[in-house]
């Protein structure tokens, strides 16, 4: 099966994370891929995530400072339909191969740039020192007070009501940040590049034109803090704020009889009390969320409550192994899965039968474990291409294709920015839950969709939360009751004027309703239908699942605690993750792919994605050998502090921290020469000011771990001008400031334009639209078929027929 990137060719410039794991995507799915390197190679060689991220791609080595191999390169240029490169700006300037030049030679070029901080500045940056600044390093675990109170500069309102214990909070016992494993800036901005390209896909089918890419690490670390970094005008508005983003509260962590730990999202009291009461396990049917009196609520207040429970959870867990409650969780529809390793993932038979997980014949390491396929679509199911070839292994190859090409000339065909986003006239049905559906929808809504989100009539009490205003802006809310007949019929005719349905629930639910793709694809044949799970095809598929499931079977929260390392270290669920919105990413790849071949065929198509596998991307930094031994790599501090002496955080004298990057051999050498011996008491020594001078003058890499970033961010200037940050009047918390875009097109900018929607607020226009008289809304709203905000003229007090 031909994959539908199949004929796109790709030129990939890249290095380090986000730039290489674009191109392995691009590959995956049927794209003709050829990395250039360098003769004087690349600096980060002998990485082991190049054994994945540069896989199923061509190597050819050429040196564009020359006329020969640059004219070479300006010939596959010409023929090329994507180029990728993570080159300090200005450099590829300086070679005559920034964005404008090349799009003479190439008007239907798309240009991917991956920089540090952005394109305006020059500055360079490895991961961490981009996770310093931007003060996500901080956030990771969270403030004790909460993100909303954190960022508003508000004490912790319950540090005299409640002693948290240290043993319940996430990470390190110490104070300060975390320097985790998992490298979120460049996750962010890999996730933020592979979407921005593909909504640039889609866009050059209609406009004939490609069109530059931007994107950042530092971008990538604000799509992590996305959840975290809200400011709001009345942030004790009721219900908008919760315990949820806080490091204070426990996070559902749970050590079992066998040492090994656990994961309950949210953590259940009934269920583990109940289930745990005898000398075996016994869970029931009714011991679910759904069923519990007692469930923990999510206002911040809560706290008090998770604080109490939290000890006797802990005892009860501990009666039983690991593998005992994961299955009582599966009988009892329960969110817990055991945090296991990275090797133990890469290993699990689940996974493998699912292609999420793959074996790839590597020519120096033999048959190695790796992150498989992470989206299909019916029409491209995905395959890895090959390992990562040697470098140059190609490149006479590549070459002697360059020299048949015919010589580049300038075209008369400038891209010429359309003012619309790229998805302007495609209309989208979200009837996504929570966070990994709906924030999907809001990254096709920022490109210039029509969403159109389906609520029920009660949803008002989760979208007043500030953890649902992060993936509910730019949409219209259509409020109905499916169980009644005009309600489902209503949303029928809305379906019929869809382009797309997303969603991420439980797939037999969608099926007793009629709104399965089976049941659709009949009536709207060109209907493309996006199904974003929590786990892999199997077992597990219809089971409850969400972020930190996925990132426990990942293995992202072992890598993260450190494990391996023994002691006193525990599983980090981190509140920067990239799982639901990761998989929210991966949704709104698969759609612009699936909207693409669309304008070919004219055919619709299914998408699959799921948690699981934004996950494995996420910790795909790592293989396995298939018998489940370990491949050698860096290993993460106890402490979370960083890896070894040489990337990672140190304390100053004055209490402020700072991040080393010491990655070339000069580097190392200058910062043994400053540090000596015991780095660590040579920093506790001397006050942050005066130690970053010494290293900048020593051509050190390092960064101060800001604490006040996330303060500063929304003030930030440029960051407005530029839309990575937004702001909008909201109707329950006055004006609200978010995270905004986290790439740039610049022929089919994004569009940042509603707030985060009021249950039922487009409810009424909506069924106009779809030729619905006054008299017959009144009536639906009047039968609680429907949901109007504000209520319709005439409209009866509503009565409560659900019982809430």
């Known amino acids: 099966m031909a994959g539908v990137l199949d004929g796109i060719k790709v030129l990939d410039l890249s290095w380090g994370i986000a730039g290489p794991m674009t191109g392995m995507l691009l590959a995956d799915h049927g794209a003709d891929v050829t990395r250039i390197e360098r003769p004087e190679g690349d600096p980060f060689d002998g990485m082991l995530g190049y054994k994945v991220w540069h896989r199923g791609k061509k190597n050819a080595v050429l040196n564009l400072k020359t006329v020969g191999d640059l004219g070479l390169f300006k010939k596959l240029v010409a023929d ?21 030049e ?32 931007s003060g996500l390093q901080w956030e990771q675990r969270g403030w004790p007070e909460g993100a909303l109170y954190h960022m508003a500069g508000r004490e912790d309102p319950f540090a005299e009501a409640v002693e948290i214990d240290p043993n319940h909070v996430q990470g390190a016992n110490r104070e300060g940040p975390l320097h985790l494993a998992s490298k979120w800036p460049s996750l962010g901005a890999f996730f933020s590049a592979i979407t921005g390209i593909s909504a640039a896909l889609f866009a050059r089918e209609k406009t004939g034109r490609g069109q530059k890419v931007s994107t950042s690490l530092l971008q990538g670390a604000m799509a992590c803090g996305s959840g975290v970094w809200q400011r709001a005008e009345d942030i004790d508005a009721p219900g908008f704020n919760t315990w949820i983003m806080g490091s204070a509260s426990p996070k559902g962590h749970f050590k079992c009889a066998d040492g090994k730990w656990l ?16 000398d075996k396990l016994d869970a029931s049917p009714d011991l679910t969320v759904q069923n519990d009196p007692d469930r923990f609520g999510i206002g911040p207040e809560e706290l008090l409550v998770m604080a109490h429970y939290q000890p006797i959870l802990a005892d009860a867990v501990a009666k039983f192994n690991c593998d005992d409650w994961v299955k009582a969780a599966s009988d ?14 890469l290993t699990d038979p689940l996974l493998l039968d699912d292609n999420c997980v793959a074996t790839v014949n590597d020519p120096e390491l033999g048959p190695i474990n790796q992150v498989g396929i992470t989206y299909r679509l019916t029409h491209s199911q995905g395959q890895i291409q090959g390992p990562t070839r040697a470098s140059g292994a190609d490149t006479e190859a590549v070459k002697a294709y360059a020299q048949s090409l015919p010589d580049p000339h300038v075209e008369k065909v400038p891209a010429q920015p359309t003012g619309k986003g790229p998805l302007d006239g495609i209309r989208v049905l ?60 209503a949303l029928k005719k809305v379906i019929a004027t869809c382009d797309v349905v997303q969603h991420n629930m439980r797939y037999p639910a969608t099926q007793r309703l009629g709104l399965d793709y089976d049941s659709l694809k009949k009536e709207f044949p060109r209907l493309i239908y996006c199904h974003s799970r929590g786990f892999e095809e199997g077992p597990r598929k219809n089971l409850p699942g969400n972020d930190q499931t996925g990132a426990c079977l990942s293995g992202v929260q072992h890598e993260d605690g450190a494990l391996y390392a023994g002691g006193d270290t525990h599983p980090v669920w981190a509140l920067t993750s990239l799982g639901d919105t990761g998989n929210g990413f991966l949704t709104a790849v698969g759609i612009c792919n699936a909207l693409m071949e669309r304008e070919r065929t004219g055919k619709g198509q299914f998408v699959d994605t799921s948690i699981i596998n934004a996950c494995l991307l996420n910790s795909s930094h790592a293989v396995a050998k298939p018998d489940g031994s370990a491949v050698d790599r860096p290993m993460l501090n106890a402490d979370q502090t960083g890896y070894g002496d040489y990337y990672r955080l140190y304390q100053c004298a004055d209490g402020a921290w700072i991040q080393i990057a010491a990655i070339r051999p000069e580097q190392k050498t200058a910062f043994d020469a400053l540090a000596g011996d015991d780095k660590i008491a040579a920093f506790a020594g ?32 440029d960051y407005k001008a530029k839309n990575w940050t937004a702001e909008y009047q909201d109707r329950y918390v006055g004006k609200l400031e978010q995270i905004g875009l986290t790439y740039a097109l610049s022929d089919t900018p994004g569009v940042i334009g509603a707030p985060p929607l009021i249950v039922g607020d487009s409810t009424k226009a909506i069924l106009e639209e779809i030729g619905y008289s006054e008299e017959e809304i009144l009536a639906m709203a009047n039968e609680t078929a429907i949901l109007c905000d504000p209520p319709v003229p005439g409209q009866k007090e509503m009565q409560n027929p659900w019982g809430l």
């Not at 030679?105 to 940056?125: E, F, H, Q, W």
């Not at 970053?692 to 771990?705: E, T």
Request: one cysteine or more; aromatic letters at 6%; glycine letters at 8%.
């Open 686 to 717: 001397r006050g942050s000011a005066e130690l970053l001078a010494d290293l900048g003058k020593a051509g050190i890499p390092a960064s101060l771990s800001d604490a006040e970033a996330s303060r500063r961010l929304f003030d930030n200037a």
């Open 80 to 100: 090329a339909d994507v180029l990728i490169e993570t080159m300090t700006p200005g450099k590829m300037a300086q070679l005559g191969l920034n964005y404008e």
């Open 102 to 133: 090349l799009a003479k030679i190439n008007p239907k070029l798309i240009y991917c740039s991956i920089s540090a901080y952005g394109d305006d500045d020059a500055r360079p940056a490895y991961d961490a020192q981009v996770a310093a600044e």
């Open 263 to 278: 994961h309950n999202w949210v953590p259940n009291p009934r269920f583990i009390l109940e289930a745990s009461k005898g």
């Open 332 to 345: 009892g529809n329960m969110t817990m899965q055991p945090c296991r390793s990275i090797e133990e993932s």
């Open 430 to 489: 979200d009837l996504g839950l929570a966070i990994a559906g709906p924030f999907g929808c809001q990254l096709l809504a920022d490109m210039g969709a029509d969403v159109i989100k389906m609520n029920t009539l009660w949803d008002s009490y989760w979208h007043k939360t500030h953890i649902a205003a992060m993936a509910n802006r730019n949409k219209r809310s259509f409020a109905v009751m499916l169980k009644h007949p005009k309600g489902m019929e």
